[in-house]
């Protein structure tokens, strides 16, 4: 094989590896806000006293729920308000990671180590970016304190790949960005 050949079959390698796109979901954000309105609504009306219960009740209980459904309501509102649901909230490709709430590509050359859970219910791989990689990225990363210079990606329900696909495309980028 010839340079020329080699280095043309390079790009068309990388051009049939696979890119994970994270997209937000509008429709289950609605639909996680219907219920939760939907229970506020029904333990509102038991704590007034509009629906009787089987049992009586102060109200004191259901009108505490209620309050706590509407708090989750609001909370879940305002962050969604900060995600844009015309972008993808994260894209994971040959070239590196990128996302919503990253200010930059991160490559995979400055990643230094993925851990993967092995339990059953772990959703989130970690990849752990080196200490001296861009500035604008560690502090990006540093505000959230309890995973500093950390990526967390969820590697369950990505439309079209399972959950063990996406650990082993992540680990195949990472172990290659290694050795190249």
Known sequence: M??????????????TQPVLVLRPSIRALIGFICVMAIFFVYLSLIAVGQIEMS???SGVGEGMFAILFL???????????????????????????TGQKLPKL????????????QTRWAELIYLTVRKDADPE????????QPLERTV?????WI??????????IVNRY?????RG
Do not use: C
């Open 137 to 144: 990225i560690l502090r990006q990363l540093r505000k959230r």
């Open 55 to 57: 049992r009586p009740t």
């Open 2 to 15: 010839t340079e020329a050949n080699s280095l043309s079959a390079d790009p068309d390698q990388s051009a």
């Open 71 to 97: 708090v989750i309501i609001v909370f879940v509102v305002v962050k969604a308000r900060q995600v844009d649901f015309t972008k993808p909230i994260m894209v994971i490709g040959p070239d590196g990671i």
């Open 106 to 117: 991160i490559p995979w050359s400055i990643i230094e180590r993925v851990d993967i859970p």
């Open 174 to 178: 990472f172990e290659s960005s290694q």
């Open 159 to 168: 439309p079209g790949y399972s959950s063990s696909e996406v650990k082993d």
């Open 152 to 156: 967390a990606i969820p590697h369950r």
